[in-house]
């Protein structure tokens, strides 16, 4: 099936056969692999990215649901001249990461509900909920938890 997936700003016109799942087109045809699989059942988060501005599991939507649709990855978080994003810049001084696996997945939820709702800053234990919903084996939460304040205070 002929679709085109607006991803990081730039169309990709792909032929894609209906039951594969927007991350495994990310990784494959896209060539983005920032996209992590964990769980593959829509659990730990590690795959979460934007679409139209709202975060989402891609190991959950099929990829032509996406057909037409704004999709942004931890790819596209950095600026367009390379500068890291607040979120990247705070959980590197938080130490919110250790292996990194499950990172782009929280640097996507994170930018999706400090874009939608930047007041959920406001309110720890919203953001506390917000980082809950993904898995990190390494790092425990705290320090992601710390930098998406810190983030939302730049």
């Known amino acids: 099936m002929r679709i085109t997936l607006t991803v990081n700003g730039r169309d990709h016109a792909l032929d894609v056969e209906p039951r594969r799942v927007l991350a495994d087109v990310l990784r494959e ?3 983005l692999t920032g996209t992590h699989l964990g769980c ?3 659990v730990c988060g590690a795959c979460t990215v934007l679409v139209d501005g709202e975060a989402v599991r891609s190991c959950l939507l099929l ?3 996406c057909d037409g649709r704004a999709i ?3 790819e596209g978080l950095a600026g367009p001249d390379g500068t890291p994003h607040p979120l990247q810049r705070a959980f590197s001084a938080e130490h919110a990461l ?3 696996f499950c990172t782009p997945g929280f640097l996507m ?5 400090l ?4 007041a959920i800053a406001a309110d720890p234990e919203r953001v506390r909920a917000l980082v809950g919903s993904n898995l990190c084996r390494c790092t425990g939460y705290e320090p992601i938890h710390r930098a998406i304040l810190r983030a939302a205070s730049e």
């Open 109 to 113: 939820l994170a930018a999706g509900a």
């Open 63 to 65: 990829a032509v649901q």
């Open 98 to 100: 250790q292996c990194g």
């Open 115 to 118: 874009e939608s709702d930047p």
């Open 29 to 31: 045809d896209c060539r």
């Open 40 to 42: 593959e059942q829509g």
């Open 72 to 74: 942004r990855t931890v």
